[in-house]
């Protein structure tokens, strides 16, 4: 099975680097891309991806609004929090906003997006 992800951020620096992460990880795949919340919202509605990496801060409502969001849809994805805050304050994130994980930007990586998929779907 491939998850089909969907990224959602306004930094297009860092929008680049995580595609490019996905891409490379096996069993993963990027169907799509995001700059702020409501385009988030359009968007998952009509690709319907697996996964949706979603940054925090984001222009318009924020990676957390976004979040409770798309997981009062029918059949939502796992969304996993991204930002620059310390792990600490993502578990906060997290409760608030009923994603599955938190991962701070300077830890992106395979493994980390492996890591929390996994624990996602379990």
Known sequence: MVVRVLVVDDQVAF????????????GFEIVGSASSGEESLVIAAELRPDLVLMDVNLPGIDGLEATRRLLGRDGPPVVVLLS???????????????????LTKSAFGPERLEEAWSTAVR
């Open 15 to 26: 929008l680049h680097a995580v595609t490019t992460v996905v891409g490379e990880t096996p």
């Open 84 to 102: 620059t805050y310390d792990e600490d304050v993502g578990e906060h994130f997290v409760a608030e906003s009923g994603a599955a994980a938190y």
